[in-house]
């Protein structure tokens, strides 16, 4: 019998939606051991010798209890992200050890293996559905990843592995929350010149709270980037762009200093890695995804720089000459490069980025994404009234509602930058898809969080047309999560699409971002109302691969940093690593930053965010949704007769079968890089 839950614990409740407002760090303890413990009991029960291999025996029953422990684990987790409290986090942190070592030892279970090898050669295997036979064979394959087939001191050093990577990855996202906290200039009326009107009301606001006179400027996102692309104070943009580059490393507040838990990981994986028979970890991670082999990663990447290079030094030849003839800078810094570069985008095309922003109100964002989803899926979004439960009073939750009226899924929008908050855009699953054993569907739920500038003076948050692409990046996530069609959990929804293929319904949504037929209802004047004029588009379009070599030649340096991070690295040292970042960067890169430059140690993707050895995937991603945006570009942007079929092909099917069969689903054949370079602006015809 499986033992009782605690009735009055909100992180026990799984009647409906999580009620995160009445979650408090003393909760965590003892409803995660709870859960642990009725999951302990399940898995006792399916690995017994008298329990047969078949699906509702022994599958049925474990994703139950695992569901109900991963659930209320992840509003755990999510709270840690995005409303961290100093009491939130030493009790993250106490379970983060147990829970670790408790996925460790399911993954490790020799029973469960046992079962999961007898059920797939059983006689009953054939007659399970071919979703089924997939996640069996899945199974299997993670059971080896995870360590099931390793024997005394090494399965033992495995958990341990296991066990203090999840501590270093919780270490590293804290030193960046930390770091980029800590750090604030109080500045006076000397240093403003330039920075946009909203964010200077932001800055003063945040100095008043602190009993500051002036204003104060951050490293979070939405108020470093400004002042770094507008600011014509140069003192303050080397000031905060040295901060910002430095976080979480040793030229900065050394508690918070990430270079030896970089080091720490890497060598860890690694010796995982070994432990499990594979050369180095960048290995390891391609086994469950669509790249086959890290060097057929590296020479796509090379590849791509290759065709880019030429088109980002023409970019950085254009950018300097500009700045020695017009700016009168004859040598551009780290930090006058956003500056200038937005200098020459007024100059080239008469188009200002704070010009642009005024058209894209929040509200009217929202709306019109909410159109287009409408539109190309055949559903409709509505707002939750009432007191949703949340953790921020900024937080809203929309239903999407199906053509029959019938509930969907629902989703959490939480969008505003603020203390306490990884900074950052995800999206993040609550709950999935889940037609269970006793017929009841459970339908999925999301949480899609951004970091954008808050209101300020009683007028709507103004977005970049990035921020708006980041918009529509997060859906994409978040449509692949709640419009699924398959009733098993293990792969509804993003769950078991190869990771390198995960971003391609997230990147296709940005390409709406750039057609007028969206743009008409997607912006509206701040003061005026009036949408944005058709001239002012143009100028968008005409700019639209603005430096576009030199933004691919970035992306490019990163994702092979962190695969050779992953597959190069013989000496697991914080010199090491910066050696190999310096080396990367010579290789790839046309713009060199300073010496002092530290990106790595806030690299979280790769350290605490899950794409270790996969960064490489939103370029790769890239290449499969261009190639399936073509489509839409060629039948009509909002086409429903192709949202349908992108629908039916991609988003219905998540993770039960390759990604590359649902892409040629879709697109009739192989995919082809064409696509990506003309987006790009990278063809012959644009040299």
């Known amino acids: 019998m499986t033992p009782a839950l605690p009735t009055d614990n909100p992180?026990?409740?799984?009647?409906g939606l999580p009620n995160y407002a009445a979650v408090k760090p003393e909760h965590i303890e003892p409803a995660i051991d709870a859960l642990m413990r009725a999951a302990e009991q399940t898995l006792d029960q399916v690995t017994a010798e008298s329990t047969p291999a078949t699906w509702p025996d022994v599958i049925e029953p474990l994703e139950r209890a695992t569901e109900q422990?991963?659930?209320?684990?992840?509003?755990?987790?999510h709270l840690n992200a995005v409303a961290d409290t100093p009491a939130l986090r030493a009790a993250y942190n106490a379970m983060l050890p147990r829970v670790t070592e408790f996925w460790t030892r399911l993954g490790q279970n020799e029973g469960l293996l046992r079962k999961y090898q007898a059920l797939h050669d059983g006689a009953d295997f054939r007659h399970l559905s071919a979703t089924r036979q997939r996640i069996i064979d899945h199974a299997l394959r993670d059971f080896r990843l995870s360590g099931a087939l390793l024997e005394g001191p090494a399965r033992t050093r495995y958990a341990e592995i296991q066990e203090r990577l999840a501590a270093l990855s919780q270490t590293f996202s804290e030193h960046v929350l930390d770091a980029t906290a800590a750090h604030a200039?109080?500045?006076?009326?000397s240093e403003i010149a330039g920075i946009p009107p909203d964010v200077l009301q932001a800055a003063r606001e945040a100095a008043e709270r602190d009993g500051k006179p002036g204003y104060k400027f951050t490293l979070h996102y939405p108020s470093y980037m400004p002042v770094l692309q507008h600011g014509e104070h140069r003192p303050l943009r080397e000031r905060l762009y040295r901060a910002y580059v430095t976080r979480a490393s040793e030229l900065g507040n050394p508690q918070f200093d990430n270079s030896a838990v970089m080091a720490e990981i890497l060598a860890l994986r690694d010796e995982e890695a070994k432990l499990l028979g594979y050369k180095n970890y960048?290995?390891?991670?391609?086994?469950?995804?669509m790249a086959d082999t890290p060097e057929q990663v590296m020479h796509?990447?090379?590849?791509?720089?290759?065709?880019?290079?030429?088109?980002?030094q023409r970019d950085l030849d254009t950018l300097r000459a500009f700045a020695k003839d017009e700016l009168g800078m004859p040598e551009l810094e780290a930090w006058d490069i956003a500056w200038a570069s937005e200098k020459l985008r007024q100059s080239h095309y008469a188009l200002s980025e704070q010009e642009v922003r005024q058209y894209f109100t929040l509200p009217t964002v929202i709306a019109g994404l909410f159109r287009v989803i409408e539109t190309l899926f055949g559903v409709?979004?509505?707002k939750v009234e009432g007191d949703i439960r949340a953790w921020h009073a900024?937080?809203?939750?929309y239903e999407i509602e199906g053509a029959g009226g019938q509930s969907v899924g629902l989703f959490y929008l939480d969008l505003y930058a603020r203390d306490g908050k990884r900074s950052g855009a995800w999206m993040d699953h609550v709950r999935s898809r889940w037609l269970r054993s006793d017929g009841a569907l459970q339908t999925p739920v999301a949480t899609l969080t951004c970091n954008f500038p808050s209101p300020v003076g009683g007028k709507p948050a103004l977005l970049s047309h990035d921020d708006v692409q980041t918009l529509f990046h997060e859906f994409g996530h978040g449509l692949h999560h709640m419009l699924t069609q398959v009733d098993d959990i293990a792969v509804s929804g993003i769950s078991g699409v190869e990771w390198d293929a995960v971003e391609l319904p997230s990147q296709l949504m940005e390409n709406f971002c750039w057609e007028w037929e969206v743009l008409r209802f997607l912006t509206r004047h701040v003061d005026s109302g009036e949408p944005m004029p058709r001239a002012l588009f143009d100028k968008m379009l005409a700019a639209k691969n603005f430096q576009s070599g030199m933004q691919t030649l970035r992306q490019v340096e990163f994702s092979l940093?962190?695969?050779r991070l992953h597959h190069d690295l013989s000496a697991f040292t914080p010199a090491a690593i910066e050696a190999l970042v310096e080396e990367n960067r010579r290789e790839v890169a046309v713009l060199q930053p300073p010496a002092f430059n530290r990106f790595v140690c806030s690299f979280s993707h790769i350290f605490a965010g899950g794409y270790a050895a996969g960064y490489y995937s939103y370029k790769w991603a890239e290449v499969l949704s261009a190639d399936a945006y073509e489509r839409f570009e060629e039948e009509g942007p909002l086409s429903p007769a192709v949202g349908q079929s992108y629908q039916q092909t991609i988003l219905a099917v998540g993770g039960s079968r390759d990604a590359i069969d649902s892409f040629k689903a879709f697109r009739g054949r192989e995919p082809r890089i064409d696509a990506l370079l003309r987006h790009g602006g990278m063809t012959a015809q644009a040299a």
Do not use: N, Q, T
Request: charged content about 30%; hydrophobic content about 50%; glycine content about 8%.
């Open 300 to 312: 796509f990447l090379r590849d791509l720089a290759s065709r880019a290079r030429p088109f980002a």
């Open 185 to 189: 200039e109080y500045v006076g009326e």
């Open 380 to 382: 409709k979004l509505r």
């Open 394 to 397: 900024d937080v809203d939750l």
């Open 282 to 289: 960048a290995e390891v991670s391609l086994v469950p995804k």
């Open 561 to 563: 940093l962190d695969m």
């Open 11 to 15: 992180l026990c409740d799984f009647s």
């Open 69 to 77: 422990l991963g659930r209320a684990w992840g509003v755990v987790g």
